[in-house]
């Protein structure tokens, strides 16, 4: 479940920002086609495989931790997602270009963490620590 529960994680991290400024740009141009703007084909999978590993470096210990200490707590995989995401957004300097230190980027980032942290939470974070019998 940890594995599943990261994968819709990082998907999570991935479309809610996506969804955010379509939203916000639909609402502020009344251009919903913006959407559609995004290349699903060629962007979608670069991006997931590029989060997926790099924010893993990150999240892993934090994974690691819940697990070791049985943190089951909705907070904690929200705080610890917004971080991440945060954290990772900011490393990434072509990702971020000149926003790094633009509240509205980093209101996006931790959005979209909180948001993957909460989807974890949902998968695999309510059980962290439990044994489970596979036999």
Do not use: H
């Amino acid at each position: 479940m940890i594995a599943v529960g990261y994968i819709a994680a990082v998907l999570t991290s991935i479309l809610v920002p996506v969804l955010l400024i379509a939203l916000l740009e639909g609402i502020e141009g009344g251009n919903w086609s913006i959407i559609f703007a995004f290349d699903w084909l060629g962007s979608f999978p670069l991006a997931v495989l590029t989060v997926m590993v790099g924010a893993l470096l990150i999240a892993g210990p934090v994974i690691l931790v819940a697990e070791r200490l049985s943190l089951r707590g909705w907070f904690y995989f929200a705080l610890t997602g917004a971080i991440t995401s945060i954290a990772f957004g900011v490393s990434i300097p072509r990702s971020a270009g000149g926003f790094i230190f633009n509240p509205g980027y980093l209101g996006f980032l931790a959005t979209a963490g909180t948001a993957a942290g909460s989807v974890y939470w949902l998968l695999a974070g309510r059980k962290s620590g439990i044994r489970r019998d596979l036999g």
